[in-house]
């Protein structure tokens, strides 16, 4: 049974920031990527950042580039997204996924391409 459980959010001011973290167990990292979503209020999921089964590639999406780092720690089966100088329409709840990472997948914000979900984190920036 795959499960992933997403923390992290909350409130912070503009050019704060956060880490989120996505606690993982189910899967092989070996067949799968893995990223983050978002979804403001009224608006679609988009892609944030996902990388590679290899761990090796990383795509984000322009408006966070720069600003955003994600990374994975197999190890302890989990992934991060460093979130630096938040704006405020960084303002969602943010979602772990797994399947399948690619530019496109981020840039077009593909969820068809994700095959589980976990329930999300709320991070609202806000002074």
């Known amino acids: 049974q795959v499960t992933l459980v997403e923390s992290g959010g909350g409130l912070v001011q503009p050019g704060g920031s956060l880490r989120l973290s996505c606690a993982h167990s189910?899967?092989?990292?070996?067949?799968?990527?893995i990223g983050w979503f978002r979804q403001a209020p009224g608006k679609e999921r988009e892609g944030v950042s996902c990388i590679t089964r290899t761990g090796y590639t990383a795509y984000y999406v322009d408006s966070v580039k720069g600003r955003f780092t994600i990374s994975r720690d197999d190890a302890k089966s989990a992934m991060y997204l460093q979130m630096n100088n938040l704006k405020p329409e960084d303002t969602a709840v943010y979602y772990c996924?797994?399947?399948?990472?690619?530019?496109?997948?981020?840039?077009?914000?593909?969820?068809?391409?994700?095959?589980?979900w976990g329930k999300g984190t709320l991070v609202t920036v806000s002074s």
């Open positions: 996924a797994v399947g399948s990472c690619s530019r496109d997948t981020v840039r077009h914000g593909y969820s068809h391409a994700m095959d589980f």
């Open positions: 189910g899967f092989s990292l070996d067949d799968n990527g």
